[in-house]
């Protein structure tokens, strides 16, 4: 080994350990530590419970929020449909669902425009259009809401 591989190694090593060390104690510098609840067993030992610090939205999540929004402002989905359309565009399904459970929907008004966009189409039966939106992921309580808003 040439002295320049040596001290790659040893500077490669030496920058890993750092970064190391400042993940375990950044979070105490920046006053990110978890909170403890302490309990007292019969026995009498404290233990200790560590809350879980609030977890960051990785990039993938926050864009399939983003699409999941688009996709919203331009017609109606169900729950199911829409995490399938964000799985279509590339998206893991961790990544749809996560971001179609953060958005505030209401899978109820949603069931209602896609019920009323069908019939500016074309004519169905009640019965029709109640299958037709199950069959687009609406629950059977959420497909008898839009039936009944588009009749």
Not at 40 to 50: D, H, L, N
Not at 75 to 82: A, G, I, K, V
């Given at each position: 080994m040439?002295?320049?591989t040596q001290f790659t190694k040893k500077w490669?090593?030496?920058i890993g350990a750092?970064?190391?060390a400042l993940a375990v104690?950044?979070?105490v510098w920046s006053g990110a530590v978890a909170t403890a609840d302490v309990a007292?067993?019969?026995?009498?030992?404290?233990?200790?419970?560590?809350a879980s610090p609030a977890?960051?939205?990785t990039s993938s999540q926050r864009n399939a929020i983003q699409k999941a929004k688009s996709y919203l402002e331009l017609?109606?989905?169900?729950?199911?449909?829409?995490i399938a359309q964000l799985e279509y565009e590339g998206f893991s399904t961790a990544d749809s669902t996560f971001a179609v459970d953060s958005l505030d929907t209401d899978w109820n008004e949603q069931a209602a425009k896609k019920a009323k966009s069908y019939l500016e189409l074309t004519a169905f039966s009640r019965s029709g259009l109640l299958a037709q939106l199950k069959y687009e992921g609406f629950t059977q309580q959420q497909a008898e809401y839009g039936v009944n808003a588009a009749y």
């Open positions: 040439t002295k320049h490669s090593l030496s750092s970064v190391v104690v950044a979070p007292v067993p019969s026995a009498g030992a404290p233990t200790f419970e560590f977890r960051e939205q017609t109606s989905f169900s729950r199911t449909s829409l």
